[in-house]
């Protein structure tokens, strides 16, 4: 039992650093994909008919193609394209543009779920529309859209495990790898789902602080 300590947290250890990996590659993706979305959001309200498709065009694909697809196709392409990139930036570029297309639309839910008197009372004490949106609209659907930020944050976490398909080790793989180098699955895959639960609660508690943080007065 003493032997096997040792080994058991340094197979802990391997599965902490691939774990790093997935963080900070769903960190990004994340944080790009919900800027990106805005882009994509605001062009939606676009009254040139030909941005406003565009936008559409681009929600309607990425959330349309798998996102396995939507991996391998940004690995190949890019050579093709002339950009050598690692495997990693491949990745995080594959998931930011998937995300941004489910956050593009969870913004849209919110700038059309602001109340209209809140609008239109800004505009009675004469706020600018600059004015208007930074201090009004923006705030309030931020608020009203972050559950759904929360959400697809956890959905791009979860689906980092897919990236391993273009060479990245992540937590996922690593898992895999070792479970067929000791033949020890159970413990392994245990002790990944736990990793997981914790990066959940991380997302959840930072969400809930920021619920907290954008809260309506009255609410």
Known sequence: ???????????????????????WISAISISAGLALGLVICTAG???????????????????GVPLLVQLLLV??????????VSS???????????????QAENLKGGFLSVPNGLVEAAQMVGMTSFQRFRRIVAPVALRLTIPAIVNEAVAILHASALV?????????????????????PLPLFLMA???????????????????????????
């Open 1 to 23: 039992m003493a032997g096997r300590l040792p080994m058991s947290w340094k197979l802990f250890s391997l599965l902490l650093e691939a774990a790093v990996t997935t963080a």
């Open 45 to 63: 309200f676009s009254r040139r008919t030909w941005v406003a498709g565009a936008a559409r065009l681009y929600v309607s694909f990425f959330r």
């Open 75 to 84: 690995y190949h392409l890019l050579p093709v394209l002339g950009l050598n």
């Open 88 to 102: 990693n930036v491949a990745a995080i570029m594959a998931l930011t543009l998937c995300s941004a297309a489910y």
């Open 164 to 184: 391993s398909v273009v060479g990245v080790m992540e937590l996922t793989k690593m898992t895999r790898d070792l479970s067929a180098s000791t033949l020890e």
């Open 193 to 219: 789902g736990a990793i997981y639960i914790a990066m959940n609660i991380v997302l959840t508690t930072a969400g809930a602080r920021a619920e907290r943080l954008f809260r309506l007065p009255g609410t």
